[in-house]
């Protein structure tokens, strides 16, 4: 079965037509061709596949492509402007938040998420926040730092 | 995954009749937390995803202060564990949801699907155990209540007939002053089940006489309230020689079985640990009269 949906993605209405069974992550890659979003375990455990479902962030893989139907999308892609990166993003990159960075989308939305909602967050805040999103390359303590550093930047 | 159809019914009698028709080629897509795993893996098979997010008998969360906290099974356990009133009068909520999963999990999984989901290992539905909660069910009869200690058969097996769905939860008001903690064993970081959980809530009537609640999770076949030991801890605050009956009665009431996060044995002198702490806990503030 096929459904006609419309959502907002990264700021812009997007009419689709989706098979029932794709979840929102197939959707994302094969469809709008936003593939910041991986597919790294589709058991929702990995945290690769996190994305901003209504400011909220969920696993891509566990969403069905028709229930993104009036919702608004926010992938990595979505989170910069034309112009600059987020101050997350830069120190990201700055102070080595990543290595292979399959993992960098996922914690890249579940930081902005955290940061929207707390400015001032401790490591276990941090720690807690990011709980849903695995690394197999840092050991994360770059990570941390990254979001930590992130946090007290003045907006 | 393997096609499927996914449908929104416009309202529960769509829904009921769409379940009944399909028997178990359908199954209730609420947070899709659990399902859409089980369906990516093929441990689960269906023709039909019915959600049931938008119908607004699931969707709501309010405190009334007669009845208590009516919670629609679509809520998600960031919903419930955010709300201010929630934190406050129902604590063990907060402290179970906490720990399950991630925040990604918990933006999406529900009460209604955690509870349907019938693990044998939950937290949720363990402290729920704890306050007495109610199950509010919808199907091809109309509505029926149950109360959440009537729900679960056995392992991941509910009181639900076919055509039924689980609507809300009801939780009645804890007595004022109720004591609480839960204590759970779980391998590695969050988002892995608990490996064996003791939930506790007591409270002193005004001639000082403790009422208590004791549920345990994963232990059994699916999560249950240790009535023997509630019964022994019934009355005048506990004494240490109370408190070691209590504790056996619990060990008693336990079936935990080997699986590959733990041994049975394990579990049964975990239990142990764990019901000695959390009933430690409780009675020392009830004793203690701390607010």
């Known amino acids: 079965m096929n459904h006609e949906i419309a959502a907002t993605v990264n700021g812009e209405q997007v009419q689709l037509t989706v098979a029932s069974h794709h979840t929102l992550l197939r959707m994302l890659r094969e469809q709008l061709h936003l593939t910041g979003a991986k597919n790294g375990c589709g058991s929702g455990e ?26 608004e999308v926010v992938t990595v892609e979505g989170l910069a402007t034309a112009d600059e990166l987020l101050p997350l993003q830069q120190i990201y990159i700055d102070q080595h938040g990543f290595q292979c960075g399959f993992c960098a989308s996922g914690f890249l939305i579940s930081a902005s998420a955290l940061l929207k909602r707390n400015g001032r967050p401790d490591l276990d805040t941090i720690r807690a926040a990011l709980a849903g999103n695995l690394c197999r390359c840092t050991g994360y303590g770059g990570i941390i730092k990254a979001v930590q550093s992130a946090s007290r930047v003045r907006r | ?81 955010s709300h201010p009133e929630v934190r406050r009068i129902f604590p063990l909520l907060v402290e179970a949801c906490d720990h399950i999963g991630s925040v990604q999990i918990r933006n999406r999984a529900t009460v209604g699907g955690t509870i349907c989901s019938a693990s044998p290992a939950s937290s949720l539905a363990t402290v729920l155990l704890c306050y007495d909660t109610q199950c509010h069910v919808f199907g091809p009869e109309g509505e029926r209540n149950l109360p959440l200690s009537e729900f679960f058969l056995g392992f991941r097996l ?19 002053h109720t004591k609480t903690a ?19 809530a007591a409270s002193l009537n005004p001639d000082r006489q403790g009422d208590w609640r004791l549920a345990l999770t994963s232990v059994a076949p699916h999560p249950y309230r240790a009535r023997q030991a509630e019964a022994l801890l019934a009355g005048p605050l506990p004494t240490p020689a109370t408190l070691h009956e209590a504790v056996d009665a619990v060990e008693k009431s336990s079936q935990p079985i080997d699986d590959h996060r733990a041994s049975a044995a394990y579990r049964l002198a975990m239990v142990r640990v764990l019901a000695r702490r959390a009933l430690e806990e409780v009675a020392g503030q009830l004793a203690g009269g701390s607010p």
Request: proline share 7%; hydrophobic share 45%.
């Open chain 1, 46 to 71: 990995c945290g690769a596949c996190t994305v901003l479902l209504n400011d909220e962030p969920v696993y891509a893989c566990l969403v069905l492509a028709a229930e993104a139907d009036g919702a």
């Open chain 2, 1 to 81: 995954m393997q096609p499927f159809d996914y449908i929104r019914p416009r309202n529960l009698e769509e829904a009921s009749h769409l379940l009944a028709q399909a028997g178990k080629r359908a199954r209730v897509l609420a947070g899709g937390a659990d399902l859409l795993i089980g369906l990516e893996h093929g441990m689960v098979s269906a023709d039909w995803l019915i959600d049931i997010k938008h119908l607004p008998e699931t969707t709501g969360l309010s405190l009334d202060p007669v009845e208590g906290l009516r919670c629609g099974a679509a809520v998600t356990l960031r919903q419930l564990t």
């Open chain 2, 158 to 176: 509910t009181a639900l007939t076919p055509g039924e769905l689980l609507t809300q939860i009801v939780l009645p008001l804890p007595a004022r």
């Open chain 2, 182 to 200: 839960y204590h759970q064993l779980r391998i590695g970081s969050a988002g892995h089940p608990p490996l064996v959980g003791v939930a506790v």
